[in-house]
Structure formats: structure tokens, C-alpha cells
């Protein structure tokens, strides 16, 4: 039922149902369903797998402990330091 053909038929069925409800033959509700219905139906089996994924690490898991930095990530700014200064010229 996920198959190629079966991709193929959705993309067909999708580009149908989008072109009536351009026309206005189906209530764009309805029409969203479809597309919500197809993404759902496509996108089970990876749905399940993030579900049955969080369930597995849920219980607790490792905490990693990174080891701290030798060197600061920036240097400290000197005390007369003015981010604002030439921020803006007068003419």
C-alpha cells in the first residue's frame, strides 16, 4: 500500500482533488482532509517509529559530561568599551 503505484495514485488523486477545489467543485475542508489523509497514510510508519522511539528513551537515560574549555570562547572587553560609538554620524 506504499508502494510506487500506490504513489503514484496519491500524487494523481492530490493533484485532482487540488484542481476542484480551485474550481470550486469541493469545499476546501473536505479537500484537506484528502491531503491530510494522504500524509497521515504516507507517513505512518515514520510516525510510529518517533513514537516507539520516545517511549524506548522515556525511562531515563546516560547523562554525557563534556569536559570544559581550557580557553574562554571570547576575550573580555576592555572598561571603556562602547558598543554604540560611531553607530551613527551627524551631517
Known amino acids: 500500500m506504499l ?3 500506490a504513489t503514484v ?22 479537500g484537506l482532509m484528502a491531503v491530510a ?3 497521515l ?3 505512518a510508519p515514520a510516525i510510529v517509529a518517533g513514537l516507539l522511539g520516545s517511549r524506548e528513551w522515556s ?3 546516560a547523562v554525557v559530561a563534556t569536559a570544559p574549555a ?6 573580555p572587553l576592555p572598561e571603556n568599551y562602547d558598543p554604540y560609538a560611531g553607530a551613527s554620524l551627524i551631517r
Not at 495514485?9 to 473536505?30: E, K, N, P, Q, T
Open 3 to 5: 508502494g510506487p503505484l
Open 9 to 30: 495514485v496519491a500524487v494523481i488523486a492530490i493533484a485532482l482533488v487540488g484542481f476542484a477545489m480551485l474550481s470550486g467543485r469541493i469545499d476546501w475542508r473536505r
Open 37 to 39: 489523509g494522504c500524509f
Open 41 to 43: 497514510l504516507f507517513g
Open 59 to 61: 525511562g531515563g537515560g
Open 70 to 75: 581550557t580557553e574562554p570562547i571570547a576575550k
